[in-house]
């Protein structure tokens, strides 16, 4: 069944025409078992993020603390909460899983819980997601007298996949797509992980929360093919939202071939968009 919702969301993309000068143009495990003691919020990052930040801070500049590609090293890990679900509920085989975790560079908290890195188009670890906080954040109130050494920048989740196959932490090396693919983006971070295995034809972004959908998001994604995928919900808000926002975005980056699906409308049942489902629930609900 999972086979039969992507080959129609790829069939999609492939037919859907890019919002041009206005919307009306638009054609168409053991781990989860276990006891572990309660962390304030600020303690739950992998101790070896703080011993980074405290290496760096030699040299106190902003844009030092904002290349934290060591911090995804000392706390990548396959031993996270997402990576014991993609085998336990999903099915995932071990290579399906390992996949995932190293395409997105998953980490694991000190808690168990997987932390999603923000890194951007060259390279850089902007910040990270854990549950419902960010690492700066957490940062921020651990060490208060550096907090302003932290400054707190976001891009779409997964963004380092346009311009990276493989990132070479020591030398630096960048390998470009030689075809590129289209580009799906959803909201959550843990749907773009699982949605890069379950429907492998597109490329998986997430925008973690509908706040950080602006328009300068998609500067570093000029020239390629992209659809939206929001949440559905009763009253079509969040599909109406996302069409004013392709369209300001494809008014000021010309190159953009945007759109945003409308699968979730057209599939979804009345008590799904009740519960404002995203296209990875659409799809296990099947």
């Known amino acids: 069944m999972h086979n039969q919702v992507c080959s129609e969301i790829v069939a999609e993309v492939k037919a859907s025409s890019p919002i041009r000068t206005s919307l009306y143009e638009r054609e168409g495990s053991m781990w989860g078992s276990l ?15 703080f011993k980074a930040i405290r290496k760096r801070l030699g040299i106190p500049q902003p844009s030092d603390i904002s290349h934290r590609i ?17 085998l336990t509920t999903f099915g995932f085989t071990q290579d399906q899983m390992h996949r995932a975790a190293e395409r997105f560079h998953l980490g694991r908290s ?11 188009d060259i390279g850089r670890c902007l910040d990270g997601h854990i549950g419902d906080a960010w690492v700066s954040t957490m940062l921020k109130a651990r060490y208060p007298d550096l907090a302003h050494y932290i400054i707190a920048q976001h891009c779409l989740f997964g963004l380092h996949q346009i311009s990276m196959n493989n990132f070479d932490s020591n030398f630096g090396s960048i390998s470009r797509e030689a ?14 992980v699982l949605l890069s295995e379950l429907c492998p034809d ?7 929360y509908p706040i950080n959908m602006t328009i300068e998001k998609f500067e570093p994604l000029q020239g390629r093919k992209i659809t939206l995928y929001p949440r559905t919900d009763p009253n079509m808000e969040s599909y109406i939202s996302f069409l004013e926002l392709a ?9 953009i071939d945007i759109t945003v699906s409308h699968f979730l409308e057209d599939n979804a049942t009345d008590d799904q968009k009740q519960r404002h489902i995203d296209l990875l629930e659409f799809m296990l609900e099947k």
């Open 35 to 49: 006891k572990r003691p309660s962390l304030r919020r600020e303690d739950e990052i992998f101790p070896c993020t």
């Open 247 to 255: 369209d300001q975005v494809h008014r000021t980056y010309r190159t």
């Open 70 to 86: 060591s911090m995804i090293d000392e706390c990548r890990s396959d031993d996270n909460a997402l990576c014991h679900e993609m």
């Open 110 to 120: 000190k808690s168990g819980k997987t932390i999603y890195w923000m890194i951007d």
């Open 202 to 208: 597109l490329l998986w972004l997430a925008y973690s």
């Open 179 to 192: 075809t590129p693919k289209s580009i799906g983006i959803v909201e959550s971070e843990r749907s773009a």
